[in-house]
C-alpha cells in the first residue's frame, strides 16, 4: 500500500516524551515531513525521580541508586532536536501545566510516548512508574477530553502488557492484559484507561483513539541503562567484554523506524477513517523476533564491519528481578488493517543501529546519520 505522508504537512503534531530515545527520533521524521512539531516531556537524557525533584514535586525516593542518569548522554541533544520544534520541559504528572500546554498548542494530532520505560527502574520506584505511565496517561487523555482541536489520539504502550504465561505462543490484541512487573503492569493499566476513556468520552465526540503495542527497539542514540544494545555499544567502544544477563531470551527486536512510521500511519488513517482506531500490536514478523544471544552475535558481527575489532562477550545473570524469557508479537491485525509490512530484517535493523554509533564513535554529525537512514527507510516504505 501507498501511504501519502505529505498529511503531516503543516499538521500540529504533540508528541508527549518528545526528549527520550524513540521520541527524538519520532520528531525528526515529523520535521522532516514538515509538520509543525511540538513536544512535552522531562529534560533529556532524564527519565528518574531526580527530574520530580528539579521541578520541585515532593515524590519520596526509594533505593541506593534511585535518580541516577544512566549516562549524560541524549540523542534529543547531540541530534539538536529543539531546533525545529517548540519542545517543553515538564512533568505528564502535572496536569495543570499539560493542560495549559495543550490550551496554548492546539494540537491536531496527539501521540502519547512518555513514560518511565525501564523494567528495572520500575522494581527500584513502582510509585515513580505508575505515576507517569498511569496517571500520566490519564492527564494527556484529560487535557485532550478538554481542547476542541485534536482530531487524533495514539497512546505508546508496550508488548509487555499482555499476561505471559511462558506458553510459547505470539500475544495477539485478545489477550488478557495483566504485565507482570510494575513497568509492564502500569502499561497494561494505561491500555485500560485508554479503552475507558474512548467509551466514556470520545467515541461521542468523535475523536479516534489506538493504542500501540510496540516490540523491543533498537537503534542509534539510545544510551539507557538495562538495554542490550546501549550496554554492547558502551562495552565495545571501552574495549570490554559484553555482559548479558540471559542469553536465551525471546524478544521482538525491530529498528527504532518500524514503530515511529507505524505510530504515525496509525494517527493518519484513523484520522481519515475514524472506524480503524482500536490497538495493535507493532512488531515484527516471526523469523525476526530472536535470542538476544543471537542479538549480541548480530552486534558484535556488525561492530566488526563497521568500527574496528570484533567484541566479546559474556553469560552473566546478575540475579536481577523477574523479566519474561518468551516474548513474541503476533502483528497481523496491524498488517491487515493498515495494509502495512515491516521493512527491515532484524539482520538490516541491527546493521542500521550499529553504523549509526560507529558514525557517532568516529566524531561524525548525529542528524546527518538520523536522515540518511530515514530516507532510506521512506523510499523503501
Known amino acids: 500500500m501507498y501511504f501519502d505522508l505529505s498529511f503531516y504537512k503543516n499538521k500540529r503534531i504533540l508528541i508527549t516524551g518528545h526528549t527520550g530515545f524513540k521520541g527524538s527520533w519520532m520528531c525528526r521524521v515529523l520535521q522532516i ?10 529534560s ?7 527530574t520530580a525533584l528539579d521541578l520541585g514535586m515532593n515524590l519520596p525516593i526509594s533505593g541506593p541508586d534511585s535518580g541516577s542518569k544512566s549516562d549524560e548522554r541524549a540523542l534529543f541533544d547531540i541530534a539538536r532536536i529543539s531546533d525545529n520544534m517548540d519542545s517543553i520541559i515538564g512533568d505528564i504528572r502535572d496536569y495543570d501545566s499539560l493542560s ?26 513502582p510509585l515513580y512508574t505508575y505515576e507517569t505511565n498511569v496517571m500520566g496517561t490519564a492527564n494527556i487523555l484529560e487535557a485532550c477530553r478538554q481542547t476542541d482541536s485534536v482530531a487524533s489520539i495514539v497512546n505508546v504502550t508496550t508488548d509487555k502488557v499482555y499476561r505471559n504465561d511462558e506458553l510459547g505462543r505470539a500475544f ?16 497494561s493499566c494505561s491500555e485500560l484507561v485508554t479503552a475507558t476513556y474512548r467509551r466514556s468520552w470520545f467515541n461521542d465526540m468523535d475523536i479516534p483513539v489506538s493504542t500501540c503495542r510496540a516490540g523491543n527497539v533498537i537503534g542509534g542514540g539510545d544510551f539507557a541503562s538495562d538495554r542490550i544494545i546501549p550496554d554492547c555499544f558502551r562495552a565495545a567502544s571501552a574495549g570490554e567484554d559484553i555482559i548479558v544477563r540471559n542469553p536465551y531470551s525471546i524478544r521482538p527486536y525491530q529498528h527504532v523506524l518500524e514503530p515511529v512510521m507505524a505510530y504515525l500511519v496509525v494517527a493518519m488513517r484513523q484520522y481519515q477513517d475514524h472506524s480503524i482506531s482500536g490497538s495493535y500490536n507493532i512488531g515484527p514478523d516471526d523469523e525476526n523476533c530472536i535470542t538476544t544471544g543471537d542479538m549480541v552475535d548480530l552486534f558484535c558481527e556488525k561492530w566488526e564491519k563497521h568500527s574496528s575489532g570484533r567484541p566479546n562477550w559474556i553469560n552473566k545473570s546478575d540475579g536481577g528481578p523477574h523479566e519474561a524469557g518468551f516474548l513474541k508479537l503476533d502483528n497481523t491485525l496491524f498488517k491487515k488493517t493498515f495494509g502495512y509490512d ?12 550499529v553504523e549509526w554509533y560507529a558514525a557517532y564513535s568516529r566524531g561524525e554529525d548525529a542528524i546527518k546519520s538520523m536522515d540518511a537512514q530515514i530516507s532510506q527507510y521512506l523510499k523503501e516504505l
Open 172 to 187: 495477539a490484541e485478545g489477550d488478557v492484559l495483566d504485565g507482570y512487573d510494575p513497568y509492564s503492569n502500569s502499561k
Open 100 to 125: 495549559t500546554m495543550i490550551n496554548r498548542v492546539k494540537p491536531e494530532i496527539v501521540i502519547h510516548m512518555a513514560a518511565q520505560p525501564i523494567v528495572r527502574e520500575s522494581y527500584r520506584n
Open 44 to 50: 533529556p537524557g532524564v527519565n528518574t525521580p531526580d
Open 342 to 353: 515491516p521493512i527491515w530484517t532484524i539482520d538490516e535493523a541491527v546493521d542500521k543501529t
Open 33 to 42: 515531513l514538515g509538520a509543525d512539531v511540538y513536544g512535552y516531556a522531562l
